[in-house]
């Protein structure tokens, strides 16, 4: 099993060059096609009302509601995505990637990213995506991103992801099964994977502890050792896996996302935003 569409989240973050070395890793045939998709932020219904880019400073739209700061504004977002598109296919060519795909859209980057990752297997993002705000409303847009597309999410954080040790949270939950049949392609490659269980491993409201035959059975087509590790009950399981994956220098954390009624922007709490938020350790996260 290999992965056959990767989405890479294409903005001016740092990390861009991880993002696509990763896909290089990942893409190991020529049926791979890597897309690269840049956000401009600017809203669909302000893309209709304001005109195109082009090029020359912008003037105001006789008539428009609209000032020529906001046409300014708007052309910048779009030069600044253009040259990020054209640093990426430099990148993808260094990298070997032989199929690549760019997209430039109008819309907010959480919606267009769950949009268009419906047609990939893999979206990669980075962690430092939204400058100037603070990590919890990071967390969300990842968390949204991860919620509402299809595909699994991989995050990369500060850690590099070497291939070294990969870490499951495991709680024989829905999430947490299509999780790790996502990560699989990645897994194969990782020298050690691990697995916890923190207590029962009892999905709130299922009534069902962890199995670990389940378990056996998702990971069946590693065809290599999954160890299974048994930690006690904990009251704030985010902190304890971060605790763990530090303890055995993992450099992956897969885990499944469970949806849960709430806000676009409010604070998130519970295990999936604390983990997002708080991981120097890369993520792949499946809803």
């Known amino acids: 099993m290999r992965y056959r ?6 903005s001016n973050a740092l990390d861009l060059e991880r993002r696509v070395r990763l896909a290089a890793c990942l893409a190991s045939n020529e049926a791979v096609t ?12 302000m893309s209709q ?13 006789p008539g428009s509601l609209f000032p020529s700061e906001e046409q300014e504004r708007r052309d910048r977002q779009h030069l600044g ?24 859209v109008d819309d907010d980057a959480a919606t267009a990213l769950s949009n268009y990752g419906n047609a990939a297997d893999l979206i990669i993002l980075g962690k430092s995506e939204l400058h100037g705000v603070d ?45 790790v049949r996502n990560a699989i392609p990645l897994l194969q490659d990782v020298d050690a994977v691990s697995a916890v269980i923190f207590g029962d491993g009892m999905v709130p409201g ?21 160890v299974i590790l048994h930690r006690p009950p904990a009251a704030d399981v985010g902190h304890a896996l971060l605790t763990l994956a530090a303890e055995l220098d993992a450099d992956l954390i897969v885990m499944g996302c469970v949806a849960h009624p709430r806000w676009r922007g409010v604070l998130l709490g519970g295990t999936t935003g604390v983990v ?9 996260l499946s809803r």
């Open 81 to 104: 995505m253009t040259a990020a598109l054209e640093r990426f296919e430099v990148l993808a060519q260094e990298c070997g990637i032989v199929r690549t795909q760019t997209l430039h």
């Open 276 to 284: 997002i938020a708080e991981s120097p350790v890369s993520l792949l």
């Open 135 to 179: 990590d919890r409303k990071e967390s969300d847009f990842i968390e949204f991103v991860a919620l509402n597309a299809a595909a699994a999410v991989f995050m990369v954080s500060e850690k590099p992801f070497c291939r070294r040790h990969a870490l499951i949270a495991w709680n024989s939950s829905s999430a947490a099964s299509r999780a």
């Open 5 to 10: 569409s990767i989405l890479i989240y294409v």
């Open 34 to 45: 890597v897309t690269g998709l840049a956000v401009s932020g600017v809203s669909r219904f």
């Open 206 to 226: 299922a009534g069902v502890s962890a199995s670990e035959e389940e378990l056996r059975q998702c990971t069946a087509s590693l065809q290599k050792p999954v």
């Open 49 to 61: 009302v304001l005109p195109a880019v082009t090029g020359s400073p912008a003037e105001s739209v």
